[in-house]
């Protein structure tokens, strides 16, 4: 059974950084892609960035681009958001997502093409 584990959330002022962690257990995740995604109050999900787990290959969003990286350490399951230049509107719930499938990581970036979720971690940005 998959299971998706964040951490790493907080509060942070605007144009500080935030590390997000996501431990992933229950089976090797080769040929599976992970994703990050947030969540403000009252908006709908929304796609950050994700990355194959094998290759390593990434897409990220254009809303985030050149300020958040998306990585993996194979060796410790756990995929990471390096969040640098915060701004409040960064604000949101950021949660860890997988699914089985390498190709198309620019494509497929909406929350019901992913299977499995984490319970989610809070990022709060202060003015």
């Known amino acids: 059974q998959v299971q998706l584990v964040e951490s790493g959330g907080g509060l942070v002022q605007a144009g500080g950084s935030l590390r997000l962690s996501c431990a992933a257990s229950g089976r090797t995740f080769s040929g599976y892609s992970m994703a990050w995604f947030r969540q403000a109050p009252g908006k709908e999900r929304e796609f950050v960035a994700a990355i194959t787990w094998t290759s390593g290959s990434t897409y990220t969003a254009d809303s985030v681009k050149g300020r958040f990286t998306i990585f993996r350490d194979s060796a410790k399951n756990t995929v990471y958001l390096q969040m640098n230049s915060l701004k409040p509107e960064d604000t949101a719930v950021y949660f860890c997502?997988?699914?089985?499938?390498?190709?198309?990581?620019?494509?497929?970036?909406?929350?019901?093409?992913?299977?499995?979720w984490g319970q989610g971690t809070q990022v709060t940005v202060s003015s």
């Open positions: 997502a997988a699914r089985y499938g390498t190709s198309g990581i620019n494509i497929y970036v909406n929350h019901y093409d992913f299977r499995y």
